[in-house]
């Protein structure tokens, strides 16, 4: 993608203009008021830098989950997004993410997600390897786990979630969804 650049043929810088304090890609925005009230969240666009993600957030033994995208960090109401880091030789918690539809994009490492099939009429695991560049849709109420197999690299996926904040069931084992012996997400409501 071509870089922007303003009318003078320079390329602007994302950072406010300290003298202004607008936004260079946005000059009529102001960087963080306007007429001396704070605006809303979602009144503008925002940059969250990689070094500023957000720890805190629903976590899963085994792993590490930071927010970039969410109600907290920029006012999000409809969908959450990070990132999840699972060392080497490693497995996380089994859990699953609630009503949260999420979709998983593979940025480093070989990280394998299993869940339970029942398909044939009797469960079995399922793991599905993944290498960096692949995508992995994980439907809700789907109890999973992510494991790193790796003995020396760590494995890092992007998240987003259908919800604004990252929803996360901790569970002792994996199911099959709807069994009869599992229980039910409770009804949509």
């Known amino acids: 993608m071509p ?17 202004t304090g607008h936004d260079a890609f946005h000059p009529d925005l ?5 007429d001396g009230e ?23 033994g085994g792993m590490r989950r930071f927010a ?8 999000s109401e409809r969908i959450w997004m990070g990132q999840t880091h699972v060392a080497p030789s490693t497995a996380s918690s089994n859990h699953h993410h609630g009503a949260s539809e999420t979709a998983i994009h593979v940025v480093k490492g070989h990280p394998e997600f299993v869940f339970l099939d029942d398909s044939s009429g009797t469960p079995e695991e399922v793991r599905i390897r993944t290498s960096p560049g692949d995508y992995i849709f994980v439907p809700p109420y789907v109890p999973h786990r992510e494991e790193n197999p790796s003995p020396d690299d760590e494995a890092v996926v992007v998240i987003a979630r259908s919800t604004q904040e990252a929803i996360v069931v901790n569970l002792p084992e994996l199911y099959v969804l709807g069994s009869a012996d599992t229980p039910e997400p409770p009804a949509a409501g």
């Not at 870089?3 to 003298?19: N, V």
């Not at 102001?30 to 306007?34: A, D, G, S, V, W």
């Not at 970039?68 to 006012?75: D, K, L, N, Q």
């Open 3 to 19: 870089s922007q650049t303003d009318p003078s043929g320079t390329t602007p810088s994302a950072e406010p203009d300290s003298a």
């Open 30 to 34: 102001p960087h963080h008021e306007h």
């Open 38 to 60: 704070q605006l809303p969240l979602r009144a503008r666009l925002h940059h969250v830098r990689a070094g500023a993600l957000d720890g805190d957030t629903a976590q899963t």
């Open 68 to 75: 970039a995208i969410s109600g907290g960090t920029v006012g």
